[in-house]
């Protein structure tokens, strides 16, 4: 069974432009989390979409959006980046449990992206 | 919103000794605590969870205790080996996870 794919898996922008950043989940898992990785400020959640609908975010700016697609792909997108944006960009597809309750996350190998 | 503290951030020990990484969270409402292994270069991968219905749980030489009322939890690592070297990650939550910031361990052969 093939597991998360992210791409690209490196690349380098400057400061100002923007960046999309693309998920395949695990086959049959319907909801995407996007992660944030960082030395000063370790894993921090960016959003979670479930059967293409944002269903939780966490606490960044409007410059990070997202979208899910109706075959459960994920893409996410920073505009007008910065050099703090630098950072390892995780995505992580589960099964969901009963209700909205989280389940197993299967974490991709990230997008690493440097911000000149 | 949840708050998740993880001790030690560096912990070094000898192959065949055990290990103990201790995590805190705020949310009285979180109900799953997962730990996750990442070696270099590779996404976080899941080693055990637990759900607050559990107050412990063990698969082979790894176990994780949860006390709900003191809102704490542990992963024990029992005869360690050098390929248990890596970053270990606790988290909690009940709809979306927060992670704790990590505790790098190296297992010295």
């Known amino acids: 069974k093939a597991g998360v794919t992210q791409t690209p898996r490196y690349l380098i922008k400057t400061r100002g432009q923007q960046v999309t950043l693309s998920c395949s989940p695990i086959?049959?898992?319907?909801?995407v989390s996007w992660y944030q990785q960082t030395p000063g400020q370790g894993l921090q959640f960016l959003f979670e979409?479930?059967?293409?609908?944002?269903?939780n975010k966490g606490n960044f700016p409007g410059r990070f959006s997202g979208r899910q697609f109706s075959n459960s792909r994920s893409e996410m997108n920073v505009s007008t980046l910065e050099l703090g944006d630098s950072a390892l960009y995780l995505c992580?597809?589960?099964?969901?449990?009963?209700?909205?309750?989280?389940?197993?996350?299967?974490f991709g190998e990230g997008s690493r992206l440097t911000v000149l | 919103g949840e708050n998740v503290e993880q001790h030690p951030s560096t912990l070094s020990v000898q192959e065949g000794d055990s290990a103990v990484i201790k995590c805190t969270y705020s949310d009285s409402a979180s109900n799953y605590f997962p730990w996750y292994k990442q070696e270099l270069g590779k996404g976080p991968q899941l080693i055990i969870d637990i759900r607050s219905n559990v107050g412990e749980k063990k698969d082979q030489r790894i176990a994780v205790t949860l006390n709900k009322t003191a809102k704490h939890f542990s992963l024990h690592i029992t005869e360690t080996q050098p390929e248990d070297s890596a970053v270990y990650f606790c988290a909690a939550g009940r709809r979306a996870l927060t992670f704790g910031s990590g505790t790098r361990l190296q297992v010295q052969p």
């Open positions: 086959s049959g898992h319907r909801s």
């Open positions: 992580a597809s589960s099964f969901p449990q009963q209700g909205s309750n989280t389940g197993e996350l299967f």
């Open positions: 979409y479930f059967s293409e609908t944002q269903r």
